[in-house]
């Protein structure tokens, strides 16, 4: 698990709640508009990042090897065919009325204000702010409006829930690895799947108090009435459509990879 120190699951869940095809002018334009576009981009590197550390954290690999592991990860994940999967998955699982009511909020200065907020926190880098204020922010907002409204914003935009999903994806993409890599020597990818999949509920305790750090840190520049509006336009029909919908898409975007990571290095460690 010491890729979950390294791929940050406050930064993955903004990665799910904050491409592109022309199936649908108009989902394409929500898209745009959202912060969307900015956040999936860095994807790919975040995913490679990860599992470049974590097989070098785990000292089973020599650096030059796990720098190669990594490349192949990065490669493995397109951000064009996410945005287009997303653009089709807007379209089909959301009403014309749906996505004008998503893209109205995503036009407002609120909305924009909240966008740019994501976009900065989501960057990699970022992550080293969120851990240094992380202990002012809980003693500054502790028992706080703000505090007490994150049970509501986690539920709304399944941030926590996205998060473990996410984090479980970058383990399955190491198991992969480190299954090509050890061969017939050690235990199989399915074996480590069973593994990681067993260890959800430990993962979920982990990924919940990091995920409240990154709101935190996220959202501390906005007003308690500004979270409040932002919640209730995710809890709305239109907004609870599209977070299900973009969290969703993204989810497949980036487990489905996982198979090819294992094939593409089972050929490289292991070439006839």
């Known amino acids: 698990m010491r890729a979950l120190s390294q791929v940050k699951p406050a930064l993955l869940f903004l990665l799910l709640v904050c491409g592109s095809a ?14 969307i576009d900015e956040v999936v981009a860095q994807y790919p590197a ?17 650096p030059f090897v796990a ?34 009511s998503v893209l109205a909020w995503y036009e407002t200065p609120l ?15 970022s992550w080293k702010q969120v851990e ?30 996205s998060a473990v999903d996410t984090t479980v994806a970058v383990q399955l993409g190491l198991a992969s690895a480190m299954a090509a890599f050890n061969g017939s020597k050690g235990p199989t990818f399915e074996q480590l799947q069973q593994k990681i999949e067993n260890q959800r509920g430990m993962l979920r305790g982990m990924v919940a ?14 007003s308690p009435s500004e979270l409040k509006a932002y919640i209730e336009f995710l809890e709305s029909d239109a907004g609870s459509a599209f977070t299900r919908t973009v969290t969703n898409s993204v989810q497949r975007s ?16 292991n070439p006839r």
């Open 22 to 35: 022309t199936a649908s002018p108009l989902a394409d334009s929500v898209l745009r508009v959202s912060p």
């Open 46 to 62: 975040m995913m490679s990042q990860g599992i470049r550390q974590g097989l070098k954290q785990s000292g089973r690999v020599e």
């Open 67 to 100: 720098n190669t592991i990594s490349s192949v990860v990065s490669n493995a994940f397109s951000v064009a065919e996410i945005r287009a999967r997303l653009v089709e998955d807007l379209d089909q699982g959301l009403s014309e009325g749906q996505l004008n």
């Open 111 to 125: 909305a924009e204000k909240i966008s740019q907020a994501e976009v900065a926190a989501s960057n990699p880098d």
């Open 132 to 161: 240094a204020n992380a202990a002012a922010l809980q003693a500054e907002y502790k028992g706080s409006e703000r505090a007490k409204l994150f049970t509501r914003f986690d539920r709304a935009a399944r941030a926590t829930e």
């Open 209 to 222: 108090q990091q995920v409240y750090d990154g709101y935190l840190y996220t959202y501390q520049d906005l």
């Open 254 to 269: 980036i487990t489905e990879p996982v198979e090819s990571v294992g094939n593409q290095l089972v050929r490289f460690f």
